[in-house]
């Protein structure tokens, strides 16, 4: 559709634009992107009744314990203009889980257990300048640093905000970003009790090395962890690290695959779950510190835990992830995880994981997967020591059709043992899992 005389006219009034701007009918054209998981679970220990988040996926793999479902949406329309410039609208709508469980573990077909929001909603531009793609809005960020086996991002520095990427710099490529995060329970419409974490984030890329650096900040950083005591006072500020190294081979054995080494370390407003990243669902929920995890699930004050961090508090984790490809169609792929906390009151705490999935080919449209998984959590809390740990065994007889463009569906049955002990020392109820999954990206 043309705009006219009119609608021209307005625009330059309402932009202040003084000369007439070239409205090229010009579009790249409309993609539609998403993603989807859709499953249940049972127990056998519970008479076969559906197991609610029976273990942690991100450090023991994901298959037959991913119990949550979840859905996205994007929708992209995308422009071009006679100068050449390229403009890319994004929106995503997504299932709203951090507010709705029905959306995570409910299987009834009815659209009223299936809460949605928007969780992208942000603006590209190509060509503004001489290099990079220049974006603003409300986006995810830095969640392309992810561990597909276990559902792990060791990055997610979501939020809304403005910066540019993959500048030319000095030979390198170069993203800057501001980005604002919030506790979604922070958000009062008049502007009560609100409170943003800003954050400032830099990262270069050398090729087969990747450096990221966050300096974060929020003033009167107050969270009530729910113990009566109100209010308390946590950090106002917090930096961090990231480096990544991509290898074409396993370990430095073969080159018939790939692997990623991951090292991060944070103080302050950088360590705990924020660790590599915002403050986002996930990153309240994810693993990083025993301890937070604890506050929020056992106080219940939800994604205000995750900023209930000292000064000093420091964390480290280190990462290796990767796969093996066999000439005869077997993959294995691997991941191996630890986080350690040190907290400025003297106690500390931290994990170390391992997780293994071997693929076995049948056919064009079937493999079976298998998955091993062990972790080991350990604390020492003013002088007193406790440790436990879990294992799993996962089997999927899967069933996969290729797109020929990329996605691959996936239908899988599920059967896990899942087994370990406690922190007192005590072996744990073994129980065993079994569900189907279907599993979809486009």
Not at 402 to 419: H, K, M, T, V, W
Request: charged share 20%; hydrophobic share 35%; with cysteine.
């Amino acid at each position: 559709m043309k705009l006219s005389k009119l609608t021209l006219a307005c625009l330059i009034a309402t932009t202040g634009v003084t000369s007439l701007p070239a409205f090229a009918e010009k579009s790249e054209g409309f993609e539609f992107h998403g993603y989807f998981r859709a499953g249940v679970l049972y127990s056998k220990n519970d008479d076969f009744k559906r197991v609610k988040f029976p273990a942690s996926k991100e450090r023991l793999g994901r298959l037959g314990v991913e119990s949550d479902s979840h859905f996205e949406l994007a929708l992209q329309k995308n422009f071009v203009n006679d100068a050449g410039q390229k403009i890319r609208i994004k929106t995503r709508a997504a299932a709203d889980n951090a507010q709705y469980a029905t959306n995570q573990l409910g299987a009834n077909a009815d659209a009223t257990n299936s809460e949605i929001g928007m969780a992208e909603t942000f603006v590209e531009f190509e060509g503004v300048t001489d290099s990079g793609v220049v974006w603003g809005g409300k986006r995810f960020y830095g969640k392309d640093n992810y561990i597909f086996m276990t559902d792990f991002f060791y990055t997610d520095m979501s939020g809304t905000g403005v910066g540019i990427e993959g500048v030319e710099l000095g030979g390198n490529k170069w993203d800057f970003a501001y980005i604002a995060s919030d506790d979604s329970g922070d958000t009062g419409f008049w502007g009560d009790g609100n409170n943003i974490m800003h954050a400032l984030h830099a990262g270069v890329n050398f090729g087969s090395v990747e450096l990221h650096a966050m300096a974060k900040f929020m003033p009167d950083n107050m969270v009530d962890l729910g113990f009566g005591a109100g209010e308390e006072s946590f950090a106002e500020n917090g930096y961090e690290m990231t480096a990544i190294v991509h290898s074409d081979s396993v370990f430095g054995l073969s080159d018939k695959g790939f692997t990623k080494y991951i090292a991060q370390a944070g103080k302050g407003l950088g360590s705990g779950n924020l660790l590599g990243g915002t403050i986002t669902t996930y990153n309240t929920y994810k693993p990083g510190s025993d301890y937070q995890s604890w506050l929020t699930t056992g106080t219940g004050c939800g994604t205000s835990c995750v900023k209930a961090v000292e000064d000093n508090d420091t964390s480290f984790r280190a990462l290796a992830w990767g796969g093996y490809f066999f000439e005869n169609g077997v993959n294995v792929f691997h991941s191996i995880q630890t986080q350690y906390n040190d907290f400025d009151n003297g106690a500390s705490d931290g994990w170390v994981s391992a997780m293994v999935r071997p693929t076995f080919p049948i056919s064009d449209n079937f493999f079976i997967a298998t998955e091993a998984g062990y972790m080991f959590n350990y604390e020492d809390r003013n002088g007193e020591k406790a440790d436990s740990y879990d294992y799993k065994l996962t089997i999927a007889p899967t069933m996969v059709v290729s797109s020929g463009f990329g996605p691959n569906p996936e239908i899988r049955l599920l059967a896990s043992y899942l087994d370990g002990e406690d922190r007192d020392g005590n072996g744990k109820d073994g129980d065993f899992i079994v569900g189907i999954q279907a599993d979809m990206w486009w």
